[in-house]
């Protein structure tokens, strides 16, 4: 599954691993659009941050 994920994160174009790790900060960290923003920043150029941040999210499981 993880080379599956990998793949996937390789394929994405800039701004969509950006609009992805914003959604996952924001949902994650519970900040606002401006946070999430400046934190996938930082991360948004390694796609091994990238695979992390979004495998952490998917085996996060139910968020109620």
Do not use: C
């Not at 946070?35 to 941040?53: G, I, N, P, R």
């Amino acid at each position: 599954m993880d080379d599956n994920i990998k793949q996937f994160i390789s394929r994405l174009t800039y701004w969509q691993k950006m609009n992805l790790l914003i959604t996952i900060f924001q949902a994650d960290n519970h900040v606002n659009r401006d946070e999430a923003y400046e934190k996938s920043l930082d991360v948004v150029t390694d796609d091994e941050q990238v695979f992390y941040q979004l495998d952490k999210m998917l085996g996060i499981g139910p968020i109620i």
